[in-house]
């Protein structure tokens, strides 16, 4: 069982940065792709970026592109995603998920619970 823990959440404004981690207490995060998805209110999930199992390919969803870095530290059993010039529209919940090395949303067999950005305007 893959239990996922996002943190780096808050509120920011419109430019500003965050750094969102997601870890897993089993250590067993170096054996999976890990992608970070959003959701706003009232939206479906978003794939925002994902990064192979041992970080040598990203991909990055279109509205992300250029703003948001995703990195990972294997042994610190962390993946990152680094959030610069951050806009409104960024507001939503950020989760993390391990599976495939993939933007489909079916792909992902383990989510976190979710932490909070909201970007005030």
């Known amino acids: 069982q893959v239990q996922l823990v996002e943190s780096g959440g808050g509120l920011v404004q419109a430019g500003g940065s965050l750094r969102l981690s997601c870890a897993d207490s089993?250590?067993?995060?170096?054996?999976?792709?890990v992608s970070w998805f959003r959701q706003a209110p009232g939206k479906e999930r978003e794939f925002v970026a994902g990064?192979?199992?041992?970080?040598?390919?990203?991909i990055y969803g279109d509205s992300v592109k250029g703003r948001f870095t995703i990195s990972r530290d294997n042994d610190e059993n962390t993946v990152y995603l680094q959030m610069n010039s951050l806009k409104f529209e960024d507001t939503a919940v950020y989760y993390c998920?391990?599976?495939?090395?993939?933007?489909?949303?079916?792909?992902?067999?383990?989510w976190g619970q979710g932490t909070q950005v909201t970007v005030s305007s």
């Open positions: 998920a391990v599976g495939s090395f993939s933007s489909r949303v079916e792909r992902y067999d383990y």
């Open positions: 089993e250590r067993t995060l170096s054996s999976y792709a």
């Open positions: 990064i192979s199992r041992y970080g040598g390919s990203t």
